[in-house]
C-alpha cells in the first residue's frame, strides 16, 4: 500500500505541474480576464505559474520512497533478478535521501547535480520494465520457498 501511494502522490504532483502549464498558457493567451493586469503583472503571473516544479521535488520524493517498498518487495520475492532488485532499493534509496536532503539544504543541489537525484531510479525502472517485457516473472519453486 505504501508503495502504491507513493506512486499516486508522484502521478498527482505531474497533474499539478500540467495544470500549472495550461494555467500560464490560458494567462498569456488573449483572454477577456487577463486586460485586468497590466503588461508588467500578467508575465510576472504567468511566470509564477511555470516554476511550479518544485512540486516535482516534492513528487520525486514519494517516487523514491515507493519504489524502495517496492524494490525491497521484489528482492524478497525472488521474481526478478536480485541484483537487478538491489539496485532498485539502492538507487531509489538515493532519490528519497537527496530529495529529503534538497528540501534541508537547498544548496545541495551544488554538492550533487540535480539530475543524479533521479536518473539512476529511472534506469532501474527502464530496466525492470525490459526485464519483465522480454523475460517475464521467475516462477517460484514452491518446494524450496520456506
Not at 39 to 57: E, F, I, M, T
Amino acid at each position: 500500500m505504501l508503495a502504491a501511494f507513493g506512486r499516486l502522490a508522484y502521478g498527482l504532483t505531474w497533474l499539478l505541474i500540467t495544470l500549472n502549464l495550461f494555467t500560464a498558457l490560458r494567462l498569456l493567451s488573449d483572454a477577456d480576464y487577463s486586460r485586468a493586469f497590466g503588461p508588467v503583472q500578467l508575465p510576472a503571473l504567468a511566470r509564477l505559474y511555470l516554476s511550479g516544479y518544485d512540486a516535482y521535488y516534492i513528487g520525486l520524493l514519494f517516487w523514491g520512497l515507493g519504489t524502495t517498498v517496492g524494490s525491497y518487495l521484489w528482492f524478497k520475492s525472488s521474481y526478478i533478478p536480485r541484483a537487478l532488485a538491489a539496485f532498485g532499493v539502492i538507487s531509489s534509496a538515493w532519490c528519497a535521501v537527496c530529495t529529503f536532503v534538497f528540501y534541508i539544504f537547498p544548496d545541495f543541489s551544488k554538492v550533487v547535480s540535480l539530475s543524479w537525484f533521479d536518473s539512476p531510479l529511472a534506469i532501474f525502472e527502464l530496466a525492470l520494465s525490459f526485464w519483465l517485457l522480454f523475460k517475464g516473472l521467475r516462477p517460484l519453486d514452491i518446494k524450496t520457498r520456506h
